[in-house]
């Protein structure tokens, strides 16, 4: 083999032992001026052709020598690119676990939180929502109720007065007789009117001064206490788990007839008693029962054509079941240690 | 209402089944047992008999004594009791025994064995209310006769009852009778009721006449009766009315009491030979004083009910009788009183005078009208077997109530269409029999007689009630109703009330809830925005809350101030809440924000400012698109010294005042101990009841915008606002002007600053040339130098 066409050959060879110990880009750069660039050493063989005798042979020697090169220059240039990016990737490490940038969603008050979700449901029921005030008159509270005035029942719901005729309203069920009589043709109801309360409790543990409370009402043609039964399952499997069942229990208010107190299936011990249920199996969750005919005649309804039923859930008693909540003034004290664990649903 | 469980034995068989079965049984036909009391309670008792008493040689006040029980043998007990004494007889707790407080165990006391304990009365759980003093003090002694071995101690002293604590409801009371919880208890398990068996006495020519002057007394029925002897009542008396939470005072006022609780119509005593004349008069118009039994004086007034004699009170009618006529110790001959009062005069009188008894609440809640004759004879009866009553008047009546029995006619279909049932029938005509409605059955309809003592049933929907609530509600089916079509869901001011409620959610703001109430005081606070006169209670419970606010901000900052005080360094959170006043119903919506903003580690804190709350309200107006133009911010100009006089803006629209933020007033922050807050009140009604224009959509500008920074120097009192509108107003083609960069001090004008800006520049039509823009940058210069003195900063 001709000299010349050797000295290619191992020209290749030591080039690619350079570039296999360079480090870094520096080096490569180097390497790039010595070996590769245009006055670098392998294109400057291609000043030797006139002298090679096999001009074929010395060309492919050069030749391969370059694309060789070139391509490991390639390769090496890649790599040590990526390893630039990692190193500069490992310096920007940090600390996983510190806190984000601040943009938690607000908290919720439980006593909002429930509504939300009671009305939620009813409104899939196709409900609507009614809003009554907490001014109310006499008439609305009590009369239209089926409480005139000196009923003993009165003395069930002590009353704040601004007056005769004024008073903070003491149930929900107020604005059942604000929608019934609303209605221009009297056409079926289904409405939910959650609100604020007001009775004159001394406020401690279990009692509050002012509560709230989500009023349901339906009337239509032909609504039975088994159409009430039904609601009232679906309302207790939704709040309280699936498993959930309810009972009735005779009771008393003047504006249905029969009255009930509702009780569910203790959601703590599932029903075999402990503290939770003070070993009933049940705990008591809401009042309801059949409108009252007179309540029904009073708002414009015939009670002989129209039947009803209506149920007051007692909105801070819910939360403090599902929550574990102690003190009912907890809720009025939105203490913000308190607050803490209720997020947006 | 506490009901003897041995009583109502005596009344209905209740053979097998325990006081708990008939509480869960009333319970859920809807006459609440709160609670079933032990009159007494031990296990391991037996009767003893004392053989020896000895002084403990260790103690100067026990005794070791040896006490015979029986076939259980003889054993030493330490005993500390005064009255331990030989040959007495005693209850004796032996080794084992659990008793209501302790558990008895064989002990050594001060080195001497005892084994066992004897027992008061007290140490069984009896309440002390029925005790003397003498009894409290010591073991218990029991009757010479008394077994020696007998180990059912409580059946032997008649302390083996269970008592029921009946919550009623004002739709029973008929209830607080004895023998209607009895028949109630009958219908519910389906066994014999047996009520008093009453034998008149032979009477002779009354000598007392009756008479009422007032519509508030339609019954008054007497009878004198004569030669009565008082001493104490029977044992068996005593025990009934204990159990029944009445203390026995005598034979003649324990009769009376007996009696009411028996039948629940109240009775009332009057000694005969006090009256003035031998007539009771019940009347409404006397006024002037009144000396109860108690020994108080009330003032009467018009609209109370009074028994008179001679038109002097004897008694205020169904409540208390006067201490002129009341029964004593020497009374011979008494008249007995059965009447029917009103249940709200009487109420009215009794919460007017503070005066509550046995009595006035039977009255309040609903008497019996329908039984005065059958109540005087059983008095009678009672008072000639236990008092030696020699002479019974005939009664006499003043009655104008109407007795025919209620009748009632209601079909199967009602029954099953109200109760969502398919019961036949027989079972609802036997149902009613069962709760003593007497009923025909002609064709599907049922004609029903009332029983007198229900005067809560007054229409066919109560029959349904008393069908399902003795057949159970465990047999009302389960089934949703079927409803009809039609539109409904959230109302749009439901909905953006409840988008804006999740915004504040979503933006880092708590959601709270507070009360309503507030003190006169607190009234006055933030008073701005709904200035109607406030509602204030005629019967506060406290003067802290007496009135119902007409705005949040108070109730919130007090809300800070609990937190700050409970180490909370920052809050932010609203309320949406109604808002009544006289002649207004309105809603508000209320955020505070106070401390400093949340900040990452390693970044410096800064307090929240204005610019926090005019960020909220921004997003809010942003969020109901409604459009500054929509509504007007101005300086606040309503003074006080509760917001910042110069960072506070008034949202107005037009003259109405629509809300305002700003900062705290530092004298309002100290109100509420705050370092700093800042607040926010809206009238959400009338916010929720601009009308907006519903959303177009435009296409975006196929050409590019230009974007020109401008540094201008502004005289200090032009507000950012108005040099954006000016800026704006100046060319078509500037379509957004945003400020960047503020700056005030060195190397700035005295009475100027700085105001950096980019304006934005587009046409719809075409790429924009530089002169084009430039042209249009002059134009705007030129406006706010003419309008407002700025100039290109250089």
Excluded at chain 2, 317 to 344: H, L, P, S
Aim: hydrophobic share 40%; aromatic share 8%; charged share 25%.
């Amino acid at each position: 083999m001709e000299e010349i066409v050797t000295k290619a050959l191992s020209l290749r060879i030591e080039a690619l032992e350079a570039l296999s110990h360079v480090q870094d880009e520096k080096g490569l750069e180097e390497f790039y001026v010595q070996y590769l660039a245009k006055k670098g050493l392998i294109p400057g063989l291609m000043t030797l052709m006139r002298e090679a005798q096999d001009k074929a042979a010395f060309g492919a020697a050069v030749n391969s020598a370059r694309t060789d090169v070139t391509a490991k220059y390639e390769e090496k240039k890649q790599v040590l690119a990526k390893a630039k990016l990692e190193a500069k990737l490992a310096s920007e490490r940090i600390d996983l676990t510190l806190p984000g940038q601040p943009c938690l969603p607000g908290r919720v008050n439980p006593y909002r939180l429930v509504i939300d979700e009671v009305v939620d449901l009813f409104l899939d029921m196709g409900y609507e929502v009614c809003e009554g005030r907490d001014v109310e008159t006499d008439k609305f509270n009590f009369e239209l109720l089926n409480v005139p005035k000196d009923h003993p029942s009165r003395d069930m719901q002590d009353t704040f007065y601004f007056g005769d005729d004024y008073l903070l309203r003491t149930q929900t069920s107020a604005a059942q007789a604000h929608k019934m009589l609303e209605m221009e043709r009297k056409r079926p109801i289904r409405m939910i009117a959650p609100g604020k309360a007001y009775r004159r409790d001394d406020d401690d543990m279990t009692h509050s001064h002012q509560f709230a409370q989500i009023e349901g009402l339906v009337v239509d043609k032909g609504i039975s206490l088994a159409h009430l039964k039904a609601t009232l399952e679906l309302f207790a499997k939704k709040m309280f788990g699936e498993k959930r069942e309810i009972r009735l229990r005779s009771s008393y208010f003047p504006f249905t007839e029969p009255s009930v107190e509702v009780d569910v299936s203790c959601f703590n011990c599932g029903g075999k008693g402990c503290a939770m249920c003070k070993g009933t199996g049940w705990i008591e969750i809401l009042g309801a029962g059949m409108v009252n005919p007179r309540v029904l005649e009073a708002c414009g309804y015939d009670p002989e054509e129209y039947s009803g039923f209506a149920f007051g859930v007692g909105v801070e008693r819910v939360a403090m079941l599902r929550y574990g909540i102690d003190d009912i003034r907890r809720i009025y004290q939105n203490d913000f240690r308190f607050l803490k664990p209720f997020s947006i649903k | 209402m506490n009901v003897s469980y041995s009583w109502l034995k005596d009344h209905v068989d209740l053979q097998g089944i325990t006081p708990e079965e008939v509480a869960k049984a009333l319970t859920f036909a809807g006459a609440e047992v709160e609670g079933i009391t032990r009159m007494a309670s031990g296990t391991n008792l037996v009767i003893g008999q004392v053989l020896t008493c000895v002084p403990h040689p260790d103690s100067d006040h026990l005794h070791i004594l040896t006490v015979d029980e029986g076939s259980f043998g003889t054993f030493q007990i330490v005993c500390g009791a005064p009255n331990a004494r030989q040959g007495l007889k005693v209850i004796v707790a032996r080794v084992g025994a659990k008793l209501p407080q302790i558990e008895i165990k064989a002990s050594t006391i001060r080195g001497v064995e005892s084994n066992g304990m004897c027992c008061s009365l007290l140490e069984l759980g009896v309440d002390p209310k029925f005790l003397s003093e003498y009894q409290k003090a010591g073991i218990e002694e029991l009757p010479e006769d008394a077994p020696v071995g007998e180990t059912d101690v409580l059946g032997y002293l008649g302390l083996d009852d269970a008592v029921l604590e009946l919550s009623l409801l004002p739709n029973r009371p008929d209830l607080y009778a004895l023998e209607n919880v009895a028949k109630e208890v009958g219908c519910l398990f389906q066994r014999k009721v047996t009520l008093e068996e009453v034998k008149d006495v032979p009477t002779v020519f009354p000598s007392c006449e009756v008479g009422s002057e007032t519509k508030g007394c339609t019954l008054f029925c007497a009878r004198v009766v004569k030669g009565v002897k008082t001493h104490e009542s029977p044992k068996w008396l005593q025990r009934l009315l204990s159990a029944s939470g009445i203390r026995s005072i005598n034979n003649v006022v324990d009769i009376g009491n007996y009696v009411m609780l028996l039948t629940g119509q109240p009775l009332n005593m009057y000694d005969a030979d006090k009256l003035p004349l031998a007539s009771l008069i019940v009347r409404d118009d006397l006024e002037g004083d009144f000396v109860a039994m108690d020994g108080q004086t009330y003032k009467l007034q018009e609209g109370d009910l009074v028994v008179t004699s001679d038109g002097k009170p004897m008694c205020l009618a169904g409540i208390m009788t006067a201490e002129a006529c009341m029964v004593d110790e020497n009374t011979k001959n008494i008249v007995v009183e059965a009447a029917y009062f009103e249940g709200a005069p009487i109420r009215h009188t009794s919460n007017r005078l503070g005066l509550v008894s046995d009595s006035s609440q039977r009255f309040c809640k609903g008497v019996n009208p329908h039984q005065s004759e059958y109540v005087q004879c059983l008095t009678s009866e009672l008072l000639v077997r236990l008092c030696e009553a020699e002479e019974v008047g005939e009664t006499v009546l003043f009655d104008v109530i109407d007795h025919t029995p209620h009748r009632l006619d209601v079909t199967l279909d009602y029954v099953n269409g109200r109760l969502g049932t398919s019961f036949t029938l027989g079972q609802v005509s036997e149902t009613l029999l069962r709760a003593g409605f007497v009923n025909v059955v002609e064709g599907k309809t049922l004609h029903v007689t009332v029983p007198p003592q229900r005067i809560d049933v007054d229409g066919k929907a109560d029959l349904t009630e008393e069908v399902i609530r003795i057949l159970g509600y465990e047999n009302v089916p389960s089934t949703l109703p079927t409803l009809s079509l039609c539109l409904t869901g959230l109302t749009p001011k439901q909905k953006a009330e409840r988008s804006l409620r999740r915004h504040l959610t979503y933006s880092g703001l708590d959601e709270v809830v507070t009360y309503t109430l507030q003190s006169k005081q607190e009234l006055e606070y933030f008073n701005y925005l709904t200035k109607a006169e406030a509602y204030v209670l005629q019967n506060p419970m406290t003067v802290e809350r007496e009135a119902v606010r007409r705005n949040l901000a108070h109730s919130l900052l007090s809300l800070a101030s609990y937190n700050a005080n409970r180490q909370a360094k920052s809050g932010r959170f609203f309320e949406v809440s109604d808002i009544d006043a006289i002649g207004v119903q309105g809603r508000h919506l209320c955020v505070v924000f106070f401390g400093d903003r949340p900040v990452r580690p390693g970044e410096k804190a800064s307090p929240y400012d204005y610019y926090d709350a005019k960020g909220v309200f921004d997003s809010i107006m942003e969020s109901l698109s409604i459009q500054l133009g929509r509504y007007q911010l101005a300086p606040w100009s309503l003074g006080g010294e509760e917001m910042h006089p110069y960072q506070t803006a008034e949202v107005r629209l037009g003259k109405q005042l629509l809300g305002y933020f700003g900062t705290l007033h530092p004298n309002a922050c100290k109100r509420y101990g705050l370092k700093n807050a800042v607040l926010l009140e809206l009238d959400l009604d009338a916010l929720l009841g601009i009308k907006v224009s519903p959303i177009k959509a435009k296409a975006p500008s196929r050409f590019p915008f230009v974007e020109r920074d401008l540094a201008l120097l502004v005289p200090t009192k032009v507000d950012y606002e108005s040099l954006r509108k000016e800026l704006l107003r100046a060319d078509p083609l500037i379509v957004s002007v945003d400020v960047f960069d503020l700056y005030q001090g060195e190397g700035i004008e005295e009475g100027y600053r700085s105001i950096a800006v980019r304006l934005t520049l587009l046409s719809e039509e075409k790429t924009l040339s530089e002169e084009q823009v430039s042209a249009s940058v002059k134009k705007a210069l030129d406006g706010v130098a003419v309008r407002y003195g700025a100039k290109l900063r250089q």
